[in-house]
């Protein structure tokens, strides 16, 4: 007769023994699938915060919606100017050129504004005196206007559909003459900048920021001329060899800490767009730099001290408007540098608050050339800065040593 004590430990040893046999597969199978499921979830990791990214609520996504849709129906009007022989080219008092596009482009993009958000302020580039005062330039441009309208019916609804008469389209023009400043929300619209690129038949672009407390904070760029592809090198005749046939043109958009995003223009609503990044750079010699194809805008031989001083060797690229921002915000460049030429030339905010945002969201450092923030809340112009400069974050500092060693130079 057998003892109930060691009866119990064979029982319990059989039970072990058939528990561990059991688990063996199960836990070779696990050995082998966990680290593969870790391994896909950390694939998968940036695809997932990229949807909650996209699903939560985001910061200012009426802003940026009514922003792009405005800028979208914008650059409808400058590309039909911009096939046209007659541009209705002005001379401002300032000599610089304005265009029919111009014109148009700011009454549709302040009606936009002023239909969706009645209490901002707009600070715009031009205003409607020009047009007052010339009959015939005015009904060229109200035939521009009334003829650029989205294809989608909701999409142009939301930014008011047609402007509704003549003297409605002065208005909206001139209600671009605010003061600008640090208090509230002002936005800052450049309707074509690079009007001269525009002229020539070069790259322009379609700006507008929305600066809250004086900080650019949603910004949009419409560049007809730009390929689609982010990936398209950037070779040194882009700014010349712009015709915006099929798969050109790109809208580009940032909201402060939401990150920045690329997507074709259209001619309807907005088509869906992808997050867009600098090009990570830690070796400046390796770096393209842009700058103004106009050299009474930022010195042509600054900025070749600069890249010389950094080791670079390729030629700079050279374009107009703030396709030099978009460019670099996409990593088809890596540097933009624009040295002063004139003292007395003071920076306006509508040509830089769109791309400063846009640089700044996709991983990008900017400032004046003596490395001092820019600051967009002390009027129409950037008055206490001189120059800009933009680029990665890791080359930054040495970016503005390089820059600070050749103005100095120049003292
Ligand atoms: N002396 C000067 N220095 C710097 N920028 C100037 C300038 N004269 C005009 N600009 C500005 O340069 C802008 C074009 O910049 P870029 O050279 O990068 O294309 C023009 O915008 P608009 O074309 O909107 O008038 C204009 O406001
Ligand atoms: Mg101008
Ligand atoms: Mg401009
Ligand atoms: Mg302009």
Known sequence: MTTPLPQFRKYLLLTLITLALSLLPISSVLSRTLPRLYQIKSHLYPALQTRTFSSRAMAYEKELEIAALAVQRATLLTKSVYHSH??????????????????????LIISSIKHAFPNDEVVGEEDADDLRADSSLRDLVWKLV???KLEDAAAEEKIGGPIKSVEAMLDAIDSGRSAGGRKGRIWALDPIDGTKGFLRGGQYAVCLALMVGGIPTVGVIGTPNLPVD???????????????????????????????????????GLEPGKSINMKPLDDTTQATFCESVEAGHSSHSDNAAIASKLGITKPSVRMDSQAKYC???????????????????????????????????AGGEISDAWGKPLDFGIGRTLKENKGIIAAPKAVFPMVIEAVKEVLNAKQ
């Open 327 to 361: 460019s670099i915000a996409r990593g088809a460049g890596d540097l933009y540098l624009r040295l002063p030429v004139s003292k007395s030339y003071e920076e306006k905010i509508w040509d830089h608050a769109a791309g400063v945002v846009i640089v700044q969201e």
């Open 86 to 107: 007659s541009k209705g080219t002005l001379s401002k008092s300032d000599s610089s050129p304005v265009t029919i596009g111009d014109f148009g482009a700011q009454a």
């Open 230 to 268: 982010d990936q398209a090198p950037l070779d040194a005749k882009i700014g010349e060899n712009a015709d915006d046939s099929e798969g050109k043109g790109v809208l580009f958009s940032a909201v402060r800490g939401e990150g920045a995003t690329s997507r074709p223009l259209s001619k309807g």
């Open 146 to 148: 009334q003829a650029a």
